[in-house]
């Protein structure tokens, strides 16, 4: 009887439900594909005229060469599914309605995140090359550059967890938390009974998660559970069964703050994975950041921004500054410079990208990287191996246990032509690194949650940090080096010993790697 009774919640299950909705969707558009092809005669020719003068369009635009072959392709070789598909994803509005909301929200927050001048010319005199990329972060993502901000690295997502905690418990005025994965277990139910214990307290509460998270992990009926605990929780863009593309925006970012006064980021979420509680693809190993100072502004105002968007009328961003009567301990070094940024994927900016590729293009002596996907466009493999030729010390550490097989093919299609141009690529043998770390010569690093791939440099809400002479500088490097001797080197040798199909896989799989 339990087995039926299970049988039936998967039949009648809200993902088996999106699934068949779906698929009706498709075969309906099928339908309507293959019924025009009756009049194939007549329309061929038009449609091969369109067809051309779509190209043309692609060709044009200012879009990544490979989302316009990733175009390209079909509507050559399907003209009519081609163009229809192409012209149904081009014309969703709901994403542009979202980035406008999201445009007016920063337009809002904007008279708190002042440059301040004095720490500009503070930098300016340091170094003119960093202080053009604060520049551009300004101008183009909005959020500024600051001093007198003290940042605490964590090498595992236990540590961080345990910093998280500490810090929830202190707070007075109010808690922020804007995760992409959430699901049930001693992680959250740990954070979650401290969050109710602070509500009850008079400590104002908001929590938002990734629409992705009703899909599996939460039940459809979770930001009700939450909001009856005094919680105030948003599920950011639901999952519904519709095709649509809007829904491919996912907010990916990972951001605590409290009080104004302290903020986290990284890529740890609120899952037992992340701190090694539940084992899934070996030892996981997760990173992230704790801030105190002037730069938890601007993750205050980032999450504002983000939860407002779903609200008719902008909130008091004002009330939630540090609170002035606030002092951070003295024994808190607070020197260097920490630029947050966030990276949305619907303003035609892709700050995250700019800003790893400029840590590459500008480092002398060495770039260490560490990430769980490696799906590079032309320009990013360009720029890697540049680097590495120009004799720069390049190396980049991933997972020896993949989460998702087809990344794993795909990242291994980059292999050859990295390591023939010295860089040097490290498998990490204890299991799954979900680590997003750059840093580069000892002066500078991004911690946060951007991946090398298509998805978060070009399709995801992103944040991170970026530091620059600050002393966690060398916690960060000195994490890496320790991580480098639980690493595998991969060498030409071995790339050329993975099985042909594995190999033809990754390659065959480059034509969708925007997708992915």
């Known amino acids: 009887m339990k087995q039926i009774r299970g049988m039936l919640r998967i039949i009648f299950g809200r993902t088996t439900f999106g699934v068949v909705s779906l698929i009706a969707q498709v075969a309906i558009l ?30 044009n635009k200012e879009e990544n060469p490979s989302f316009k072959l990733s175009w390209m392709i079909p509507i050559a070789a399907v003209p009519v599914f081609g163009i229809m598909f192409y012209l149904f994803a081009e014309l969703q509005i709901i994403g542009k309605l979202i980035n406008k909301k999201h445009q007016a929200n920063m337009e809002e927050t ?39 901000t003290n940042v605490q690295y964590f090498s595992l997502g ?33 954070i979650l009974e401290i969050l109710e214990k602070k509500v009850k307290e008079g400590v104002e509460v908001r929590f938002m998660y990734d629409g992705m998270c009703s899909l599996s992990l939460l039940p459809s009926g979770y930001v009700d559970e939450l909001k009856e ?72 105002m980032m999450f504002l921004e983000m939860w ?17 009567e606030y002092f951070y301990p003295l024994e808190l070094s607070r020197e260097g410079f920490v630029i947050p940024y966030g990276d949305s994927p619907l303003d035609g900016e892709t700050i995250g990208k700019q800003v790893y590729l400029d840590i590459i293009h500008t480092a002398r002596q060495y770039v260490y990287i560490m990430t769980p996907y490696l799906i590079l466009d032309y320009e990013m493999v360009k720029a890697l191996t540049f680097a590495a030729k120009r004799g720069v010390e390049t190396i980049i550490i991933m ?52 991946n090398m791939d298509f998805r978060s440099l070009y399709l995801h809400f992103e944040c ?53």
Not at 38 to 54: C, E, M, Q
Not at 166 to 186: P, S, T, W, Y
Not at 256 to 265: C, E, N, P
Not at 464 to 489: G, H, P
Request: proline share 3%.
């Open 30 to 59: 099928f339908w309507v594909f293959r019924f025009l092809s009756r009049y194939i005669v007549y329309f061929y020719g038009g449609f091969t005229l369109l067809s051309a003068l779509v190209i043309i369009y692609i060709l």
């Open 110 to 148: 904007e008279k708190y995140l002042k440059q301040n001048s004095k720490v500009m010319d503070q930098l300016s005199k340091i170094s003119m090359q960093d202080a053009n990329l604060a520049r551009y972060i300004k101008n183009t993502g909005h959020y500024p550059v600051y001093g007198n």
């Open 158 to 190: 236990e540590t961080m967890f345990e910093a998280m905690k500490k810090e929830l418990e202190a707070a007075n005025r109010f808690i922020f938390m804007e995760f992409f994965i959430v699901e049930r277990g001693q992680m959250w139910d740990e």
């Open 229 to 300: 605990k005094g919680i105030s929780a948003k599920e950011f863009s639901p999952i519904k069964p519709v095709l649509t593309t809007y829904q491919n925006n996912r907010d990916h970012r990972k951001i605590l703050v409290v009080d104004g006064h302290t903020a986290f980021t990284g890529g740890v979420n609120l899952a037992d994975e992340y701190i090694n509680r539940k084992v899934r693809f070996g030892h996981w190993k997760d990173t992230g950041i704790m801030m105190k100072g002037d730069a938890v502004t601007s993750f205050t």
């Open 308 to 324: 407002d968007i779903s609200e008719t009328e902008a909130g008091d961003y004002g009330k939630y500054l540090k609170d002035p």
């Open 399 to 450: 997972p020896r246990i993949p989460d998702k097989k087809y990344a794993f093919l795909l990242a291994r299609s980059h292999y050859l032509e990295l390591i023939r141009s010295g860089v040097q690529i490290r498998e990490y043998k204890p299991g799954f690194v979900h680590a997003k770390v750059f840093s580069s010569d000892g002066t500078k690093a991004v911690v946060g949650t951007i």
């Open 464 to 516: 991170a940090a970026y530091l620059f002479r600050n002393e966690v500088i060398r916690d960060i490097d000195r994490d890496f080096r320790e991580t480098l001797e639980m690493c595998r080197s991969v060498s030409l040798e071995d790339v050329r010993s993975y099985p042909w199909h594995e190999r033809f896989a990754g390659r065959a799989l480059r034509l969708f790697a925007p997708l992915m």
